[in-house]
């Protein structure tokens, strides 16, 4: 005998009780995974609001991965183990798919940050600014000749950086700060990318203090008179450059044309 419908929930009713598509819990009742507590002979179906913690758990071991198949063998003998078994093949496929969302996040987050800051980048414009302690992830030394061995070290330090990381932002090349003093503005260093204070992965330290930012719009041939503005920079205003020199590219995911492109320069520097 039927209880009393005021206790009950029609498939309209129950599908929006728990925000799923009426059409998936028919689906779900024709192949046997998930029906109504009962059934008229007329054709009308209804649920109970017990079961919609059966409906919950359905739902989410479909999220994770598993098959409607898995899901009906359970169902045919449950039981604390036989769930247990069920998941445990799982659980590495959830921890895998919780940290790659994590990496996307920090990928999105360093993206839009470096937009933001390419919105404000005026071309030419030399700024002093204060920074935090920065780990840092070096790759094999480069001429700075951005020839084939270059690109080869390029490739292998990108790989490098994915295999840490999953995803990555775009890295930068980085020059000392006494070579741009004498005059030899292409003699670079290495490459450079930022490390995360979750991961204990990184080859130095860019340590706190004072630096200096300046901002270069169009082609790398305009990068000399950028460090040329930037070493006069300092000497009008008592300071001297040490440490390194980082570049780093700003907008590469909205850029269009190659005279768009912004690299953004950051060298430490200090009172003379």
Known sequence: MMKNKKFLYTTGQFAKLNGINKRTLHYYDEIGLFSPEFKEENGYRYYTCFQTVQLELIVTLRKIGLSIEEIIRYQHSPSGASFTELIAEKKQFI???IQELLNTKTFLEQKSN???LSLT???GEIEIITLPEQRIL?????TGAYDDDDFAVAGEFSLHLKSI?????NFGSRILANQILNGNYHDYDCFFAYGREDIEIYDTVRPAGTYLRSFCIGGWDKLETVYRNLVEFAG???MELFGYAYEEGLNEMSLQHRDDYITMITVGCKRG
């Open 121 to 123: 980048a005026k071309d």
């Open 95 to 97: 921890d895998k798919s």
């Open 114 to 116: 470096k937009l933001s």
């Open 236 to 238: 009008k205003n008592q």
């Open 165 to 169: 990381f999953g995803l990555y932002d």
């Open 138 to 142: 070096l790759s094999n030394p480069i």
